[in-house]
């Protein structure tokens, strides 16, 4: 066998270690000293009822059309303060998402108190916001004759009950909605950045 | 030509396109939740839960395993040898199968570590994918060191990096240890970009460096511009990731280099284009009469207008605007798909016949490659000007519903151009059938002339 770059095995070594050293410098270091990002004084780590309910959040997909991330942009003011470093201490898996087919949700527990609007919209977005296209999670919910003692009824508007039966919350829907409700941005201190 | 080479060829093809029609099938699904989003209400079928089995399973049901076939293939054909370590080829292709088929059940089950683009699946699943590219890339590096001519042919430069790059990328994007808050976010910067670019662009781009010369009978233009790209490619490309989160936490210097570089990858990607367009000047005539290459020229065409879209894309003014829109969903298949799955198209059809003596059918060829090209062509267009329209609102301080409002018809556009989409992965499937499993038609065996005369 022939020496040098003609040599199949020198390919891959070459390559290996040019590539090994740029995923260190450009992915390993900087996730890293990221990694231990001093969290935005006044964040506190999830309740375990939120903690669950992000849980829900991951698995349902909802970082899909749902951005967890306020740029410094004109635009994006609507939707909260701008991100600073600090406010993902705590977020992991982190859920800035890239896409935002629905609005951001950085400070939705702030801008959207009502635990009964956010049910009646996990029931069917249309209820509240017609032109919605968010799909509906029935499966957060349970669907009864009647309800019992200690059941919580999804008060939902006519035409989207379904018919001689209530809408009650289970574990997964308070939890996720326990979670929407964390999720308001700590105020920057007056020291400014907080980073 | 050694009737296992054969074999492992169409086996790999075969799973890669059962992969392709579930997957699509599922973006298809997908494409029409945007216009109806109360329809085919269940959890097993719910947008966030499919969606990650559309984009996991095209990247690395569909688009790995074909690559990975034609790669091998190539290796063999360019070195002059059969495919060696043959069952660790056959052990890779199973790891690959098992990989998407375990990942696409667990996604459903909503099992995922959140949007993390590309590397959503559980991590057990991950190191199936893994063992997957170490035993085929171990069968794809010892035929090219078996190989009789003193130089390894620039495809398997390409190739043989992909591997070696994709292998240490999944290693590094499997670890937890520096991936807390926003330091996941750095991680996922680099990987979601370099899954597509130190993979799939050096699988792709090494199969068209042997594919494109063989069908047109003439040697590559210029093997330094090939060798120029390949180092680039391979030092820009890894800088680039964070131009995904441009505006976010992410330190800003970081996201500056990421834009800078986007503009640098100019200079791999123009090399590139350069090199397979100045080798087919003034072959005009025989792309019109092959059913492979035209393929392979859409392939290369999406190549340039999507990566040089990619660099522009990056540039903040415009980032403000396009960001978070639909604009990059069409920049992903304008990748992905319009110079990926054409290439992977292109050299399974200039291939395979080869390997396996049958031709596909010509008029289904036709209809493949004219529902995929006008398929993809009006996709990307569509979400170009929904993505677009979506920004704008957003900038005009309209409300957030409005955004919605104004793409809402394009949504519709890009089910239609969907729908045309999988349907020609359907006529593909057939022509695959045809080329591997189904009745003898022609017998075009390898190097003869009629297989020549048939192939272009």
């Known amino acids: 066998m022939s020496r040098g770059m003609n040599n199949a095995w020198a390919i891959v070594a070459v390559s290996a270690l040019v590539y090994g050293a740029l995923a260190v410098v450009m992915g390993v270091i900087p996730g890293w000293a990221l990694s231990g990002t001093t969290p935005t004084r006044g964040l506190r780590p999830l309740l375990p009822a939120a903690e669950r309910g992000r849980d829900i959040y991951v698995s349902e997909g909802c970082a899909y059309c749902h951005s967890q991330n306020v740029r410094p942009l004109k635009q994006d003011l609507v939707f909260g303060r701008p991100s600073v470093a600090g406010d993902y201490a705590y977020a992991t898996p982190e859920l800035l998402s890239d896409h935002r087919n629905g609005p951001d949700l950085s400070n939705i527990g702030a801008r959207q108190p009502s635990a009964i609007w956010q049910y009646i919209h996990l029931w069917n977005p249309r209820a509240v916001v017609h032109d919605s296209i968010m799909p509906q999670y029935p499966w957060l919910f349970s669907v009864k004759k009647t309800p019992v003692r200690g059941d919580e009824v999804v008060p939902l508007p006519a035409g989207f009950a379904p ?16 979670y929407l409700e964390s999720l308001k941005q700590v105020p920057l201190g007056a020291s400014g950045r907080n980073r | 030509m050694e009737a296992e080479d054969v074999a492992v060829y169409s086996g790999y093809t075969i799973s890669a396109t059962f992969w392709l029609l579930l997957t699509t099938a599922v973006g298809l699904l997908l494409s029409f939740k945007f216009p109806y989003p109360d329809w085919a209400t269940s959890p097993l079928l719910s947008f966030g839960r499919l969606r990650a089995i559309h984009t996991n399973g095209t990247f690395y049901g569909w688009a790995t395993i074909a690559l990975v076939g034609s790669a091998l293939f190539v290796a063999a054909r360019s070195s002059g040898v059969a495919i060696a370590a043959k069952r660790s080829a056959w052990i890779g292709l199973v790891c690959f199968n098992a990989a998407a088929l375990f990942g696409t059940i667990t996604l459903d089950l909503g099992l995922n570590y ?9 991590w057990p699943v991950r190191l199936i994918f893994v063992a997957g590219l170490v035993f085929s890339g171990l069968s794809l590096v010892r035929t090219v060191a078996a190989r009789e001519e003193r130089e390894i042919y620039i495809s398997n430069w390409y190739t043989i990096g992909g591997f070696v790059f994709t292998i240490i990328l999944s290693l590094v994007a499997l670890f937890p240890w520096y991936q807390k808050g926003l330091g996941q976010v750095a991680v996922q910067a680099f990987f979601m970009h370099n899954a597509v670019g130190m993979w799939f662009t050096f699988l792709a781009l090494g199969v068209t460096y042997y594919a494109l010369p063989k069908l047109l009978n003439r040697p590559i233009y210029s093997y330094s ?24 936490p992410l330190p800003w210097w970081f996201q500056t280099l990421a834009i800078v570089f986007s503009v640098g990858m100019l200079v791999p990607v123009c090399a590139g284009t350069a090199n397979f367009a100045l080798t087919m000047r003034g072959h005009g005539e025989r792309i019109r009469r092959s059913y492979a290459l035209p393929f392979i020229v859409v392939g290369i065409a999406y190549y340039f207008l999507g990566s040089t879209q990619g660099t522009v894309e990056a540039f903040r003014s415009l980032q403000a605007i396009w960001h978070f829109t639909n604009f990059t969903i069409g920049h992903s298949h304008a990748t992905m798909y319009g110079f990926i799955t054409f290439i992977a198209w292109g050299a399974i059809y200039a291939l395979l016949p080869r390997a396996t003596g049958k031709e596909p059918a010509a008029l289904a060829t036709g209809l493949h490659f004219w529902f995929a090209t006008i398929g993809v062509t009006f996709y990307v267009l569509s979400l170009a000007v929904g993505g677009t329209l979506q920004g704008i609102t957003w900038a005009s301080g309209d409300p957030f519903i409005a955004s919605v409002d104004a793409v809402a018809p394009y949504w519709v556009g890009r089910a239609v151009a969907g729908s045309m989409m999988f349907l020609a992965h359907v006529i593909f499937a057939y022509n695959v059938w045809r080329m591997t499993l189904g009745p003898n038609t022609q017998r075009a065996g390898w190097g003869t002339a009629r297989s020549a005369a048939l192939s272009q």
């Open chain 1, 163 to 178: 018919p001689n039966e209530v809408v009650v919350t289970t574990e997964d829907s308070r939890d996720l909605v326990a």
């Open chain 2, 225 to 248: 511009l090939g060798i120029l790209g390949f180092w680039t490619n391979l030092i820009f490309y890894p800088i680039i990731g964070a131009h995904h989160f441009e505006f976010s």
């Open chain 2, 114 to 122: 959140g949007d993390q683009e590309y590397r959503e699946w559980l």
